[in-house]
Nanobody, 121 residues
């Protein structure tokens, strides 16, 4: 009922930048939570950044000062601006959104398929 599509990943050199996008579509009344996670090879998926409906972001300590999350509520889209990339940022980046279908107050979690970010040294 809801599709989540990430884009913007790619191969970038150490110190470079990328802007990831996460677009949600389908049966959406509102989105209260939009988050970015990442999973490196052989490691567990970890939270990178989240932003609520009010717009207040939170970041993992490892990315503070380098990553910026934002959202466009009209487009149902979240963004992750990634600066000063390091090889340890290499991972698949996933988007997670919590969607309500109506005004009833129940939210459901949806994940995208991920976008690969590779940082070369």
């Amino acid at each position: 009922q809801v599709q989540v599509v990430e884009s913007g990943g790619g191969l970038v050199q150490y110190g470079g930048s990328l802007r990831l996008s996460c677009a949600a579509s389908g049966r959406i009344f509102s989105i209260n939570y939009m988050g970015w996670y990442r999973q490196a090879p052989g490691k567990q998926r970890e939270l990178v950044a989240v932003i609520g409906n009010g717009g207040s972001p939170n970041y993992a300590d490892s990315v503070k000062g380098r990553f910026t999350i934002s959202r466009d509520n009209v487009k149902n889209t979240a963004y992750l601006q990634i600066n000063s990339l390091k090889p340890e940022d290499t991972a698949i980046y996933y988007c997670n959104v919590h969607v309500a279908y109506d005004s009833g107050g129940n939210y459901f979690s949806y994940w995208g398929q991920g976008t690969q970010v590779t940082v070369s040294s």
